[in-house]
Nanobody, 115 residues
Framework: QMAESGGGLVQAGDSLRLSCTAS????????LGWFRQTPGKQRELVAS???????NYADSVQGRFTISREYAKNTMYLQMNSLKPEDTAVYYC???????????WGQGTRVTVSS
């Protein structure tokens, strides 16, 4: 089970850093992802990081968001810069248990970006 934190209300152009933690030594064995969801829309994969640290980003956040993981702390981060109102969503993290099957969803952390 993941636990997300770090969301809040910010203005356009501001930055936030989200954190994702999980208990258990197996956290570092998985590829991980950050997702976001807005009402009425499907959950969207925003960024992912492999066990080895390779990263991928959705086109909408490329160049503005940075995903990273700190193995010693069983923690993953999402640094979000130059935030836009369209980044407003509830953000979730999850682990890829195989073949893109993400599990371990937490309660999410809400990010609201005002214009």
């Amino acid at each position: 089970q993941m636990a997300e934190s770090g969301g809040g209300l910010v203005q356009a152009g501001d930055s936030l850093r989200l954190s994702c933690t999980a208990s258990g030594r197996t956290f570092n064995m998985y590829n991980l992802g950050w997702f976001r969801q807005t009402p009425g829309k499907q959950r969207e994969l925003v960024a992912s990081v492999s066990r080895q640290g390779f990263t991928n980003y959705a086109d909408s956040v490329q160049g503005r968001f940075t995903i990273s993981r700190e193995y010693a702390k069983n923690t993953m981060y999402l640094q979000m810069n130059s935030l836009k109102p369209e980044d407003t969503a509830v953000y979730y993290c999850a682990a890829d248990t195989g073949g893109g099957d993400f599990r371990g969803w937490g309660q999410g952390t809400r990010v609201t970006v005002s214009s």
